[in-house]
C-alpha cells in the first residue's frame, strides 16, 4: 500500500477499518475515485491495486460492514447473490456459524465436493486472508475450519 500514491486520507478505526475521510460517495453512500480512466468503488480499487483483477460478475465486499473502510484484509469478494445473503445474514441474524466442520460421519455437513472446492478456491486466489472469510461465509463454516481444511489437519483423506 505504501507504494501507492495517492492523495486519499484515511483514518484507522478501533476495529482496524481503513476509513476513507476525503472522498466522495455515490448513491449508495460507497466511497468513489478515478482508477485506471474510470468511476468505481474505492473497495474495488484497492481490491485491483492489492491483490490484482476482479475476476467478472464479482463483487468487492467488506467483511465488517463499513463502507468507507479500504482495509484490504477486510475486503472479500463475492457474487451479487452472496453480497445480497451477506446483507441479510448482518442485517438479521448475525449468529455464530454452525459447527459443520467435522468430518465424522453422524455429524459432518461438508461433503467431500465441498473441502475439494475450498482447496482449490483457496489456492486460486493466493492464499489471502480475506478469502478464508469468503469461503467461511460460502459454507457457513468458521474460518478456523476454512484453516483446517486448506492445512489438511481435518478431511485429510481427501
Ligand atoms: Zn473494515
Known amino acids: ?13 478501533e476495529k482496524e477499518c481503513h476509513e476513507i475521510i476525503n472522498c466522495k460517495l455515490n448513491n449508495s453512500q460507497y466511497p468513489r475515485i478515478i ?10 480499487a484497492i481490491w485491483d491495486q492489492v491483490y490484482g483483477p476482479i475476476p467478472p460478475r464479482l463483487y468487492v465486499l467488506h467483511s465488517c460492514d463499513n463502507k468507507k473502510c479500504i482495509n484490504p484484509e477486510h475486503l472479500f469478494l463475492g457474487t451479487q447473490e452472496d ?16 459447527n459443520r466442520c467435522g468430518e465424522n460421519s453422524g455429524t ?5 465436493e465441498d473441502v475439494l472446492f475450498i482447496r482449490k478456491h483457496y489456492k486460486l486466489y493466493n492464499y489471502n486472508h480475506s ?14 475450519c476454512i484453516t483446517q481444511i486448506v492445512t489438511h489437519t481435518r478431511w485429510k483423506h481427501i
Not at 1 to 13: A, E, G, Q, Y
Not at 131 to 144: H, P, R, T
Open 83 to 98: 453480497n445480497m445473503n451477506d446483507m441479510i445474514r448482518k442485517g438479521r441474524h448475525r449468529t455464530r456459524p454452525a
Open 108 to 112: 459432518a455437513k461438508l461433503k467431500n
Open 35 to 44: 482508477y485506471k480512466g474510470m468511476v468505481m468503488n474505492i473497495s474495488r
Open 1 to 13: 500500500m505504501s507504494k501507492h500514491k495517492r492523495p486519499l486520507n484515511w483514518i484507522i478505526t
Open 131 to 144: 478469502n478464508k472469510f469468503q469461503l467461511a461465509l460460502k459454507f457457513n463454516v468458521s474460518k478456523s
